[in-house]
Structures are given as C-alpha cells and as structure tokens.
C-alpha cells in the first residue's frame, strides 16, 4: 500500500514504465499482423504479444486499484489482476517453447509428437495455481471460522505454489535454450542463437522482485519480444516471402559457410523458369528436403546447393524436377556446377549471372 | 578362350553357375559381368560379376567383385585379363572384394594375380525371423505413421528417396536413385512421414533364394533416430508376419550407422567367414 510518498512515486513509475511497454508491444504486433511472411512464428509472435500486454495491462490496473484503495479493504480487481498475471504468464511460457520448436524444426508432426508428455509439469503446476485461487480469495476468507488461521495457511500455500509454478516456468524457458543450443550445428540457417538472450530477459523477469519495483516484469517480457522480432526481422531479410526460399542475400552467408572448409562439397542445380514463381518454388520444395538450401533469385532463376549431391543424382534430381514440371505446364531448364579450386564467392557470382553458367 | 560380356539379357543362360540372387543383380545399373567360353564346346570355364562403384562421384571409381567362378584355375587367368581390359576401360582405380565361402584355390590364383587375400570376418551378418522377433526391440509398438511401402504411391516414393540421398552419405548404394519401388518387399518395409511429407525409409528386398536384407534405412529431420527405431520396429513383426520363423536375413553392416544398430540389438553376433582381397589397377 502506498503510505508514503515515495512509494506514489514508485507505484505512478510502474505504471508509466508498464504503459511504455504496452506502446511498443503494439509496434510489434502490429509489424507481425501486417508482415508480407505469412508465416505460422508470426501468429505465436501476436499471441506472444498480446500475452505480454496482457501481463503489463494487469500490472497497471494492480497499481492504479493499490493508489484508489489507498490502505483500504483488498480489492477484488487486485485478486484479478494477479490472477491475469499468472495465467498469462503461464500461457506466454507454452506459446515461447512452441514458437521455439517451431522455428528450430518448421514442423507441426515433431511438436505433436515430441510435446506429448512434456506439458505434463505445466498443466500440473497451472492446476496448481488455479486451485489456489479457487480457494484462497475474499469469499472464503470471509466464511472461514478462523480468519488468521486461514490468511496464514493460505499464504505459506500460495506462495509454495507459485514458487512451483515460477521454476516450472524457467525450466520450459530453459528448456527451449538448450533446444537452440543442441540443434544449432543441425540448423544451417544463421543466428538462431540469437534466441539466446531472450531466455534471460524472462527468466529475470519472472523472478525479479525488488520490494515494489516488482511489477515490472512486463518490461523483461517487452526486452525478450524485442530481441525475438530482431531475430525474426534479421531472419526474414534473407527470405523471399512468396516462396519460403532464401534470397540472393544468402549467398554471403554461403560463402561464408564455404571458404571455412575448402574440402566442404558445394553442388549446386540451378533452374530457369518463364512460368510461374511460386509454382516452381512449390515443385522444387516437393523434391528437396525442407532444410536444404534452396534460393529464388530474380528472372525466374533458382539455385539448390548441397554439400553431397554427385553427377548420377544431380542428373536424376534435374530429370525429376523438369519432368514434373512439364506435367504442370512450366517450361523449366535446368544446369548444374560443382565447386572447384576457384574462390568459393567467384563460384557463387558465376551462378547469379544472368548468363548461362 | 572366347570372352562373352554378361548382361541382364543373357544372365539366364548362365543360370546354371550363376548364384541366382547375383543374378539378379544383373538388372541394375553399375553391375557387370563377364564369362569366359571354351571356344570348341562353348561350356563356362569361368565367369565373375562385379559392380562399379563411385562412377559418378568425384572419388576414384572403384569395382567391387561379388562373384566368381572356374571350372579349375588354369581358366582363370584369361578371363582375369579380360577382367582388367574392362575395368581400365572404365577408369576403375582400385577393385576389391569380400566373398563368404569363396573357393580356396580362386583366392590363391586372385592372390596370384596382384589381389592382397586374406580372411575376414563379412560385414554380412545372418540372421533368421526367429531372432528378429524375438528380439526386446520387436515387442515394442511402432506408431501410426509408419506404414508399409505397398500404400505408398510412386510419386511420394521417388521423393522420399531423393530428398533422403540429399544428406552426405546417406546411402551406400550406388544406384539407390534409379532403384523402382516395386523391387523392394512391399509389405515388410516401411516408411515414415512427417508433417504429410515421406522422411525416412526401412527398405527390404526378398531375394529369388529367399533370403530378406535391408538395403535401405534412412530418415531425416529432428527425430531421425526414433524413427529409424520405429521403423525397424514396424519391419521386424510385419517380417514375423509374414515370413517363417527360418526365413534368413542378411544385414551388411556397409556404413558405421548400421553396423552400430547391429552390435547393439545383437551383441556378440559375428559376421559370416569370407575371402577378401583388393589391388589397385
């Protein structure tokens, strides 16, 4: 309760910093919903979003009902706004750790599959913390025989359970780390471990209490989804939003990639199409595997660049790739280069040039 | 001594020397042949199979010699000649071979010839449908979206396997690309897909002799090595299913993946005694 004058101040603060979070959750989501990439991360990212908004909006009707009460009688808003931050943090946990293993995996299979029993913690300790406010609020503290007795056993309950229920949270936060970290060598695409630093902004989030300064969780939360649109903004400047593949952008990062190893094998099938982009982008997507490197350049050109393809399945792959697309009436050439002695950026500019390689 | 090269046209005219899994081979891409004719009665004094092996890689092309016969050893000789036109003519760098029960006297004449010779333990490993399914891994439960090839339509076939030999060294199979659905046991191997999408294959051929051997097994993406399980889950009770329990099994342990899967489902298991050799040409 607000009884001195610098804990106003620290109570308008928090409510100031909370809507400073809520303007530029707004810019986010507003970025996502209106993005060309018509992606499924970008609906987690709104959903992320708007959970976050959700916790700072909670925290500001907390204050601002903490400033009109003013000492007086608990408020059942209060009871509210605690229970929103709970169950909206709850669910911001689950929608991270599925934003996660969608962006390290882009499959709907392996997160049915693989997240089968692995919510179990989750559910549990989300039963935990609903029972809890089942039973611990106004109207059976009133009815309660023993009102000391109850405020007392029902404290020590809650705030064991929303112990649980906050190392429960940080082990899925957690846990979504260390599936960046083991899938990163698997993962070709670059600077998924920028995900990384978003784990520390919600686990201090989550556990950062310092006397009132307690109620900014929201602005930690805010800080993650920042640094997750960075990497989603940074992701998506290599990618063409029509057809999935990466742009001619990527090829820096190809090169990078290469001149590490110059024993590294680089067979690259390109394609030149008159017919429709997207189409062909889907054909090839039907032969190629989903991570390998497929890019869509301008003029209706395409490059598939592997590490293991020799002269027998480049052969085939091409053979396959046309012939399916002559069933779809796309007129489609075809060409193929493997990397030699030459600098692995001479390669690759040959390739882009409009001329035939 | 008349040179006859052997072909999937005129393999059944050796049928009566010519193992008849080796034989079938014939139809595939990088196999080779040759028989050596006596030219007064026109009779097989000795023959041999081999296949190509890396042609179309940027490694040294290599031949592997599966099979060879002669009807005493003094026939060798020429048809070991005509052997060694071929394999420079098609650029082969070294040749090798690996052969359970091979004749004691054509490995001394091989040794003869340049081959280094000694006795192995195969990489083939014999097994029955017995002991698959009685193995802990058979009692186990595969899950839904491993299902039999016979289901699987050519399209999804041919896709599957490409997107798989997209991965390095995902097959040791040198024509696994051009190998038809159809030449795989359609009910004992299976696939997996993920997210409607084919990644992951347990192909198994049944030989003319009989014999069953794994010769594709590969899957991609995050959960890779469960599927493998599964898949060999799925192929081992649908093999109990449908094969008697003496049916045998060959597994060539041909890259450190299986030969791995192998030593852990079946410790101890050996592989069969076998002649092998190799020089360079």
Known sequence: ???????????????????????????????????KHKVREMKMFIRMCVLTAGIAVADVVYYMEIIRIDGGDASTLINIAWLLIDVCGFLL????????????????????RDYKYIMIPFWIAVALIVSNYLFYNDFFFNLAPNKEA???????ITRVFQAVAKDVMAFYYIFAFYLVIKEKKRIKIPNYVVISPTVICF????????????????????????????????????????????????????????????????????????????KTADIIKEWVPDDARSLVLDGGRFLVVSESLDKAMVKQYMALIKAQAAEEGIELEADSAMRTDEPIEEFFAKLVEKQGY | MSI????????????????QDIAENMERTYFRGLACHDPGDDSVKSAMIWELQS???????????????????????????AYKEKVTEDEVKRSFFEIPSLDEQIGSALGGCGFDVESVESRVVRLTVDELAANPLAKKK??????????????????????LLFQPDACPLEDMCYIPKNWFDQDVSCYVTTDGKVNGFLLIHEFPSGILMPLFLRASGPDASHHI???????????AEKYPGDRVVLVKRRAANIEAIVNKLFPGKKGLPATAGQRKE
């Open chain 2, 229 to 239: 399980a599964y898949m060999m889950i799925y192929s081992m009770q649908k093999a």
């Open chain 1, 1 to 35: 309760m607000p009884n001195t004058e610098f804990e106003l101040l620290t109570y308008n603060k928090n409510i100031f910093i909370n809507g400073a979070a809520l303007v530029v959750i707004l810019a986010m989501a507003i970025w996502a919903a209106t993005n």
């Open chain 2, 4 to 19: 006859i090269e052997i072909d999937e046209d005129n393999i059944e005219e050796y049928a009566d020397i010519v193992d």
């Open chain 1, 93 to 112: 946990v689950g929608q991270w750790l599925l934003f996660v293993e969608y962006s390290l995996h882009q499959s709907n299979d392996v997160i049915k």
């Open chain 2, 142 to 163: 595969a899950p839904d979206f491993v299902q039999s090839i016979s289901g699987l339509d050519i399209k999804s076939y041919h896709q599957g396997v490409m997107k």
């Open chain 1, 150 to 156: 109850f405020g007392l056993i029902g404290g020590v």
């Open chain 2, 55 to 81: 042609v179309e890689k940027d490694t040294d092309t290599e031949s592997r010699i599966d099979w060879i016969y002669a009807d005493g050893i003094d026939n060798l000789e020429s048809l070991l000649e």
């Open chain 1, 203 to 278: 686990v201090v989030g989550m556990y950062y209490d310092k006397d009132y300064m307690h109620r900014v969780q929201s602005i930690f939360f805010t800080l993650g989804l920042f640094l997750i649109w960075f990497f989603m903004f940074r992701r998506f400047d290599y990618m063409d939003p029509e057809t999935g593949f990466f742009t001619e952008k990527y090829i820096k990062v190809l090169s990078k990639y290469y001149s590490k190893s110059a024993e590294r094998g680089c067979t690259v099938i390109r394609f030149i199409t008159k017919g429709d982009i997207k």
